[in-house]
């Protein structure tokens, strides 16, 4: 760990944060009015203009240059841009580069900025990029991505006898927290049963144990921790955040009840000087029941192993020992093929006590964890209010 | 087929890339990887470099088609017959995705054991699939 990564701690913060129109938004409407109108949203939280931006941060499987497409959309000309693209993870990583970059004076107003129009494209998750390398997987019909999570789902149920039935709490509990979202797609009642019975998708995992297909967007706006005072939202201050990169191919995955989020939680956590035992409430990329246990595993809120037993009896629903998913998740909530951006504006109301009928009681440290590509990319960020600085 | 050809990264030919070098390999029903000269690392998919060390010293060997099943899924597409995709580790220590097929259509459990069988595939090289080993 370098001095000046610590040196980032509580340095920038998160000022503004909006959705776009969420679920399925209908014909007509394109990937880059969802990403205009989050940003029209988020800069009215934020107190601040769109000639404030002079950093862009986004990544996007519907145009191949995103940074370019965007600005032009949005009418900016920034002067620092940044399209990593990590898959879902891509948005917690432009934060902390969003922090990096405003501390070396490369900007100094960020917007990270998503949308996606998947849902209302036909369904199915939209690929990014075209794939002119050979594929050592594509061969065999593997179901991109379920199948990937499949195998590590199958896996840890082997080694730690991790059960269906753990799984499909994971979802239960992301319900009932989507009950309590006005904005959520899906709110019907869902049993452990409701889980085990629907369609299989990849075994161990059915229907119900994958994110949903939705439209919907995202901005998020950062600035220097000095211009956030200035402003009229209390601000979200960045921590520390790690990212780590282990695979791209789930047969490349050394150990698959391993994540890279190891490594990501160990180096935010250090950064941040807190450990899980402070955290007040954890967002995690829930693209697939098995993400959560593992997360919660490798991040040091449990035990290698025992994350099935954790997220039993209701112990991450409303009510829970821990506040896990708080808007739904990507299971319940809004998945719009990449969901990152939207755990990290989850966790920032939060941390602000707005989030209404799901708002935790303690809210002034929270973790948002993203999840990239198959079990590939990680990246950890800790937010917190203006008490933790 | 010669069971040593060195990668040879200076002079990286359509002839000699590694990937098509595996599938000569395929045509003649042998699955073969990389082993690194320089720390023994079992190199799969095939590449230039040693993804473990970083050196170049990449030698082609045959494998003898043995492995064990590390993680398998089941895909039950609508209207179609289910199948399997696994993760197979191969005895000589490189791991790959393929498909297992059960003779008695029984279903693939992780930990048992598979051996290589060559897929026809058209055009293309023929696949390298796996089926169940009973005895071993
Ligand atoms: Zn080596």
Known sequence: ?389 | MIDNVHTDVESLSAETAPGTVFDQYAAEGVLAYQRCGGCRHAVFPPRVLCPSCGCDDLAWQPSAGHGTVYSATVIAPRGKEPYTVALIDLDEGFRMMSTVTAGDGSAVAIDDHVRVEFRPAGEDAPLPVFVLETAR
């Open chain 1, 1 to 389: 760990m370098s001095t000046s990564e610590r040196a980032l701690r509580g340095r920038a913060a998160i000022v503004g944060v909006a959705e776009s129109s969420l679920g399925e938004v209908g014909p007509g409407i394109s990937s880059l009015d969802l990403i205009g109108q989050a940003t029209v949203r988020a800069l009215a939280d934020a107190g601040l203009s769109k000639h404030d931006i002079d950093g862009l941060f986004t990544h996007s499987a519907f145009f191949s240059q995103p940074v370019l497409t965007t600005a032009e959309y949005l009418g900016i000309r920034p002067r620092f841009a940044d399209g990593t693209a990590t898959g879902g993870s891509s948005f917690v990583g432009h934060l902390w580069h969003a922090a990096a970059a405003i501390e070396a004076g490369l900007c100094e107003v960020a917007l990270i900025a998503y949308g996606s129009t998947q849902r209302s494209n036909g369904g199915g998750l939209v690929a990014s990029g075209a794939a002119l390398t050979r594929s050592w997987e594509t061969p065999y019909g593997p179901r991109m991505p379920a199948s990937a999570y499949a195998l590590a789902a199958a896996r840890h149920m082997h080694e730690f006898g991790t059960t269906r039935e753990q799984l499909a709490e994971v979802a239960v509990a992301a319900r009932q927290w989507a009950k309590l979202n006005p904005q959520a797609f899906v709110q019907d009642d869902l049993t452990v049963d409701d889980v085990l019975s629907s369609r299989m998708v990849s075994s161990p995992l059915t229907v119900r144990d994958c994110c949903l297909v939705t439209d919907g967007g995202g901005a998020v706006i950062v600035t220097s921790a000095e211009r956030a005072r200035d402003l009229p939202k209390p601000p979200a201050y960045i921590l520390g955040a790690g990212e780590a990169t282990w695979h791209m191919n789930i047969s490349q995955m050394p150990d698959l009840t391993t994540t890279a989020a190891q490594d990501s939680g160990r180096r935010a956590f250090d950064i941040a000087g807190v450990g899980p035992q402070d955290i007040d409430l954890v967002e995690l990329y829930d693209a697939f029941t098995i993400n959560p246990i593992l997360f919660l595993e490798d991040l040091g809120f449990c035990a290698k192993g025992e994350g099935g037993a954790f997220v039993s009896d209701g112990a991450i629903a409303p009510g829970g020992s821990l506040p896990v998913n708080t808007n739904g998740g990507g299971l319940s909530y809004c998945h719009p093929g990449m969901y990152g951006i939207l755990l990290v504006i989850e966790a920032v109301r939060q941390l602000r006590g707005e989030a209404g009928a799901r708002q935790v009681d303690r809210h002034s440290l929270a973790l948002a964890h993203g999840n990239g590509g198959t079990l590939s990319s990680q990246v950890t960020a800790i937010l917190g209010d203006e008490s933790t600085l």
